[in-house]
């Protein structure tokens, strides 16, 4: 058969003819069909774009509230995953830990503060309540703890004679079987461990000023002796784990230390003398006021504290601001800091009340490269201008008072 017969071949045309129309009929759906997915596609990318459009300023006013009205956190530096140590600061919402918990997240690290809130405020530390690189945890160091650590700074315990003489049994404790729990911890996971010791143990001391090798003057059975000795056996802990565990110990000696934060009522000589003159009440010195006391200022103390623990010094090191007043000059800087009218009213001598304390700071000066540089009146007006703040705040709720010592004329004077 030829193509002209078949052409010619009616049935056969008819054929042809059905498949070209079905072929037609195919080819325009499928053409239909690609146009038609275009259109979806370019349809979907128009819709898309114009939600985008409506969204993006959304997403800039809900990004503008939440740095309105969200945590502003003080500015923390940036450090990679290998720098950026874990660090533990025990009794960390307390007046020193707190400022120290401060220094430690601006420069970058990742903070957890234990307390039990004794003596320590959930508000020294709630500015940083919330940020990524900070945890609170409440928790008494006398338990067990069970974290992963690499620093643990330990700070737990109260501080002030009236605070540590409320309880004598738990500032043992806390000394104690607190600072075994910490050295446990260091021990099981690798940590170092600072601890925080105090010039009170050196007693009443002998000689003046104190360095390291002196071994004190402590009566063990006076009513101070639950921190005096609670403290001296916690540096024996210490360096029996450095002995028998390896663990890698820092012991600093710290003495009196004053600024924002500090207890109002601690009864000590700088925040007697702040809250008497700013309450327009009289500023007891006991004595002729001869007596010297040296005091130094929070941020000096925190960058030893941080010194130390990043030294290879293992040995015990004092903290403290060697300058030296007498109680009288520290009642009229006060004043004339506060611009108050108060007068200075003598009252009879306390019974142990040690003549000097001051401390030898040598040591700090030749391994750490440490020595305070906050001046006395710079300190003491940050911490007026904080315990004015505080007087304000607490205006209608409790007023704290200045602590009365125990005289020996007056043994039972309001302590
Ligand atoms: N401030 C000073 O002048 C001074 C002087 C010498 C030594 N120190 C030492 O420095 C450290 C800090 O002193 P501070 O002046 O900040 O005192 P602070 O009372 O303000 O702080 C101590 C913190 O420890 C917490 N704490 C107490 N017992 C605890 C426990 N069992 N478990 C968990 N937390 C507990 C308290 O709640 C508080 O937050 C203390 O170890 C103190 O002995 C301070």
Not at 278 to 293: C, D, E, I
Request: with cysteine.
């Amino acid at each position: 058969m030829t193509l002209g017969s078949l052409v010619t071949n009616p049935r056969i045309m008819k054929a042809l003819i059905v498949l070209a129309l079905l072929a037609y009929i195919v080819s325009v759906w499928g053409n239909l069909k690609s146009i038609r997915m275009v259109n979806d596609e370019e349809q979907s990318k128009k819709i898309k774009r114009s939600v985008e459009e409506v969204i993006a300023p959304l997403w800039d006013k809900i990004h503008e509230l939440e740095l309105g009205t969200g945590p502003k956190y003080p500015p923390v530096k940036f450090l990679s995953e290998k720098d950026r140590k874990r660090i533990l600061i025990t009794g960390g919402a307390g007046f020193v830990g707190s400022h120290l918990a401060d220094k430690l997240m601006m420069d970058g690290y990742e903070v957890t503060v234990v307390d039990n809130f004794f003596t320590g405020r959930r508000r020294n530390v709630d500015h940083w309540l919330g940020h990524g690189n900070f945890e609170l945890i409440n928790h008494d160091v006398v338990e067990p703890l069970f974290i992963e650590v690499d620093q643990i700074y330990h700070l737990a315990s109260p501080a002030s004679p009236p605070n540590y003489m409320y309880n004598p049994i738990k500032t043992l404790k806390t000394n104690t079987i607190g600072t075994l729990n910490m050295l446990g911890l260091a021990k099981r996971v690798g940590a170092r461990l600072l601890f925080a010791s105090t010039s009170e143990v050196y007693g009443d001391p002998e000689q003046h000023p104190q360095p390291e090798s002196y071994w004190g003057n402590v009566n063990p059975i006076g009513p101070r002796a639950c921190y005096d000795e609670g403290k001296r056996v916690a540096e024996t802990m210490c360096y029996a784990y450095q002995k028998q565990e390896g663990v890698d110990v820092r012991v600093a000696r710290i003495f009196n230390t004053f600024g924002p934060r500090m207890h109002m009522d601690d009864g000590r000589v700088v925040s007697n003398f702040i809250l008497q003159a700013l309450q327009g009440q009289p500023l007891t010195v006991y004595g002729s006021g001869s007596h010297t006391r040296s005091f130094q200022y929070v941020s000096d103390l925190v960058n030893g504290l941080v010194a130390l623990m990043n030294s290879n010094v293992s040995s015990p090191v004092n903290l403290g601001n060697p300058e030296e007043h007498s109680i009288m000059e520290f009642a009229t800087i006060i004043r004339d800091l506060v611009g108050s009218k108060s007068r200075i009213a003598n009252l009879p001598e306390v019974p142990d009340d040690p003549q000097r304390r001051n401390p030898a700071i040598e040591k700090a000066e030749r391994l750490l490269g440490w020595r305070p540089v906050v001046p006395l009146h710079e300190g003491l007006n940050r911490t007026i201008a904080y315990f004015r703040r505080e007087l304000q705040l607490q205006a209608d709720e409790y007023r704290p008072r200045a602590r009365l010592a125990r005289t020996r004329h007056q043994p039972l004077h309001r302590l």
